[in-house]
């Protein structure tokens, strides 16, 4: 069992940035790929990014490369990801997720965080 709490949401002028945390409690956390989801109003959850248990790799939505960059201390029970230059359109809950492998597919994640809220004024 992993219980994930996110935290770092806040609102942010455009151009500016924002560091999310999760933190899970267990001691399995470095056993689970690590992922982040976001939902705008009105519309489906979509895929943001992830990394591998070891953080050897990591996969990006294309809305998001370049822009953000998702990091992980299993020393610490943390996933983090760190968002650069917000636009107005990435408004949303952002909620993480553990999966047992990297993927982008919702299903595949076991274990939801609460989600924390984003939003960036234009």
């Known amino acids: 069992q992993v219980q994930l709490v996110e935290s770092g949401g806040g609102l942010v002028q455009a151009g500016g940035s924002l560091r999310l945390s999760c933190t899970a409690s267990?001691?399995?956390?470095?056993?689970?790929?690590m992922g982040w989801f976001r939902q705008a109003p009105g519309k489906e959850r979509e895929f943001v990014a992830a990394?591998?248990?070891?953080?050897?790799?990591?996969y990006y939505a294309d809305s998001v490369k370049g822009r953000f960059t998702i990091s992980r201390d299993n020393a610490k029970n943390t996933v983090y990801l760190q968002m650069n230059s917000l636009k107005p359109e990435d408004t949303a809950v952002y909620y993480c997720a553990a999966a047992e492998l990297l993927v982008a597919t919702q299903s595949e994640y076991r274990y939801w965080g609460q989600g924390t809220q984003v939003t960036v004024s234009s």
């Open positions: 267990g001691r399995t956390f470095r056993q689970y790929a």
């Open positions: 990394i591998s248990w070891s953080g050897g790799s990591t």
